[in-house]
């Protein structure tokens, strides 16, 4: 097709944002992170020129939670960026964004985590290798829009796909993808997404845990501020998955908070520490047994079981059979998705942290097998929020969208902000993305005052 495209030329940065507050995951904490942003030129079949630009928090304890020195970690993921920047550059297949992604992650992303593992004091996990990769995979998705002066997400369809579902989905004894697309199971965009927040293990929840050491910035510090301030309407409560009495004695805090201050819905995230389904199922019947409006604002469960879905084969229907149950960091892609649905999940939680591409895959196949999606980010700043959103809006969610990079470093998105004030702060529960125009993810990227080549100390570019 004309509108296919080759790579011309990569560009890699590491920007850092340090957490005002920490952030827990299971049995890691996050207080800073680098997110990777990456430019992408190329050109299509007529010749035509174009820049697009993705980006993605390379979070050291969601991506590799490890035993092994945080530094070596994040070390190890800043260099992955660029052995995949170095292979990009020379990678030279054509097509739209989402096949050339696609084939990078189907045959060069493995074969350069293996030579690089040789390197490490332990493995670097799949999962890592994807969130390093999907800055590049939604720097190629904006160029494709950018240079075919087209909506990014208006391009999944026969007119600009070469290829349909069938080439990338099993359609053997199952759903039938011939002929299907993407764009078939999408639903109409609504500008305006009901908003998430997080509320970690370590957050404060009221004015009486204050210790008096809490930042002093001018954004909310409890967990009642916030909702005071942004107009919440949805928690996702952080939980150990190791302490069951900690674990219920959090759900029914926070759900009195949410009674009292007129939130409508809760999730739970175990964050992968769980191994037996008996250990949610309890403190699922507790809560329906002792506290039945709580219970009854728990809208889903998401991933209480360890990230190596295939080596953890743990059969959860008993947990999907008393609450919906999402998988999140085990959701690789689609393939991890089927094998969910066999064990008994019944919902997937998407980020484009995972790349784009196999987000879509994972939409369609969960879409075309009857179970429902969620999108949730990674602590998502600046550019990283915008494609994020836009999935979740194309997407048909459960609810709405989870963000809380407002939360964690909201100084950091103060240049998109100013383009963009609907998508960087939450108002009455709402993220509103009416501001985006234009070709690729609709970014505004020339009125965004955020100048890299002057930021040469902060930056470091490949």
């Known amino acids: 097709m004309n509108t296919d495209i080759s790579i011309k030329d990569v560009a ?3 920007l850092p944002a340090k957490l005002r507050v920490p952030l827990r995951f299971g049995s890691q904490t996050l207080t800073e992170v680098y997110c990777a942003r990456v430019s992408i030129k190329v050109t299509n079949a007529t010749g035509d020129l174009a820049e697009g630009w993705g980006e993605t928090p390379l979070s050291v304890p969601w991506v590799w939670p490890s035993d092994i020195d945080y530094k070596t970690r994040e070390q190890a993921l800043q260099n992955f960026s660029e052995i995949i920047c170095k292979s990009l550059k020379q990678f030279s297949q054509s097509g739209h964004a989402f096949e050339l992604s696609h084939s990078f992650i189907e045959n060069e992303l ?12 332990e493995a670097l996990p799949h999962l890592a290798a994807l969130v390093c990769f999907s800055a590049f995979d939604l720097a190629l998705q904006d160029a494709y829009g950018i240079v075919n002066d087209i909506e990014v997400f208006k391009t999944y369809n026969a007119s600009y796909m070469n290829k349909d579902l069938s080439h990338y989905l099993d359609s053997v004894n199952d759903y039938d993808f011939s002929g299907k697309y993407p764009e078939d199971f999408f639903v109409s965009p609504e500008t305006k997404q009901p908003v998430w927040h997080l509320v970690g293990g370590l957050d404060l929840l009221e004015d009486s845990e204050r210790t008096g050491e809490e930042p002093d910035d001018g954004y909310p510090v409890t967990l009642t501020e916030w909702i005071e301030q942004d107009g919440l309407k949805c928690l996702k409560i952080k939980l150990k998955g190791n302490n069951p009495e900690w674990d219920y004695d959090r759900i029914v805090k926070i759900g009195n908070i949410s009674l009292e201050k007129n939130v409508d819905w809760l999730t739970t995230d175990f964050n992968c520490t769980v191994t037996d389904p008996n250990y949610v199922d309890q403190i699922l019947d507790k809560l ?32 999907s059979a008393r609450k919906p149950l999402f998988m999140d960091e085990s959701a690789h892609d689609w393939t991890y998705v089927k094998l969910g649905y066999t064990l008994g999940w019944t919902g997937v939680a998407l980020k484009t942290c995972k790349t784009l591409t196999g987000a879509l895959l994972s939409l369609c196949w969960a879409k075309a097998h009857g179970m429902t999606l969620m999108v949730q980010d990674l602590t998502n700043p600046m550019l990283a929020q915008i494609p994020h959103v836009l999935l979740a809006a194309h997407a048909g969610t459960i609810k709405g969208v989870e963000s809380n990079g407002m939360q964690f470093y909201p100084a950091v998105s103060k240049p998109e902000l100013a383009v963009h004030p609907g998508l960087y702060k939450r108002n009455d529960g709402i993220l509103d993305f009416s501001t985006l125009s234009g070709p690729g993810f609709g970014y505004r990227l020339s009125e965004i005052a955020r100048d890299l080549p002057e930021a040469a100390m902060t930056y470091k570019e490949i």
């Open 12 to 14: 890699l940065y590491f």
């Open 288 to 319: 329906r047994d002792n506290e039945p409006k709580i219970y009854g604002m728990l809208l889903y469960v998401e991933q209480p079981f360890p990230y190596d879905l295939k080596n953890n084969k743990i059969d959860v229907h008993s947990c």
């Open 110 to 121: 493995d074969k350069l985590n293996k030579e690089f593992n040789g390197t490490l004091p």
